[in-house]
């Protein structure tokens, strides 16, 4: 059982290694999970406690309750936490160079929408690249000022002088999310210059990169400056 964030394998040894390699066997202690060399697909709902102590402090934990010491609350329950997921997201945290944690969503839009909702206040600004993934899109032009009173400015990323005069013309800058390669022209934004223009218009701002034509094996956005990293697994 992990009962803190240190046994988790976010210091794993493996994460020095290429991406390409340490994805194959980072992230997965054989020791969890009775030996096994591959893992195993956990399928229960819930967890065993050792004691009805533990299964408060733990969900005390989860959700981050009075009393709870601000530990990884250790398996609870599988919509919280599951084995599996953990496994993903520590192999996410090993291939992703400069990342220091990962949450698994359901799917690639709910990482999106959760991330802005998360990040940008009611009545934010977010400039993003166009084009962008259709369901980025929608979310970003419709939902988020029908429901968030956020708003946003689509441009071009790709283009210096579009994206300074967006900034420049911003009723204020919560967020710059970036697509690279955009889908689908395959538009490439300089990720670094991005965020060190948004960085420079507000030392705040979040700087979102949707890194999933690339991947962590050719493209490495926390080390050109970016805060979060989004991907949609299925690609």
Same mark, same amino acid.
């Given at each position: ?38 893992? +195993? ?71 999106? !929408? ?16 166009? +084009? ?38 911003? +009723? ?48 490495? +956005? ?9 991907? !949609?697994?299925?690609?």
């Amino acid at each position: 059982r992990r009962d803190s964030i240190q046994d988790r394998s976010y210091k794993d040894p493996l994460r020095d290694l290429h991406p390409s390699s340490a994805v194959i066997r980072a992230g997965y202690r054989s020791d969890l999970s009775e030996r096994a060399i591959k893992p +195993p697909i956990f399928r229960s709902s819930a967890f065993e406690f050792a004691s009805a102590e533990e299964g408060e402090l733990f969900f005390k934990r989860a959700y981050g309750l009075e009393g709870s010491d601000g530990k990884n609350p250790g398996l609870v329950y599988s919509r919280l936490n599951n084995p599996n997921t953990e496994i993903l997201e520590d192999k996410m945290v090993a291939v992703e160079k400069g990342s220091g944690f990962a949450s698994a969503f359901p799917s690639g839009m709910s990482a999106i !929408s959760t991330s802005v909702m998360a990040l940008v206040p009611n009545g934010g600004h977010i400039i993003h690249t166009n +084009p962008v993934y259709g369901g980025t899109y929608y979310f970003l032009r419709f939902v988020c000022p029908d429901r968030l009173s956020i708003t946003s400015t689509a441009v071009d990323t790709s283009d210096e002088d579009a994206l300074r005069e967006a900034i420049a013309a911003a +009723p204020r800058l919560d967020m710059i999310y970036i697509e690279t390669p955009a889908n689908p022209n395959l538009n490439i934004t300089d990720i670094a210059l991005a965020a060190s223009l948004a960085k420079e218009a507000n030392p705040s701002c979040t700087v979102a990169v949707d890194n999933t034509f690339l991947g962590p094996v050719f493209q490495a +956005p926390f080390l050109c400056g970016a805060d979060v990293v989004l991907y !949609s697994a299925t690609k």
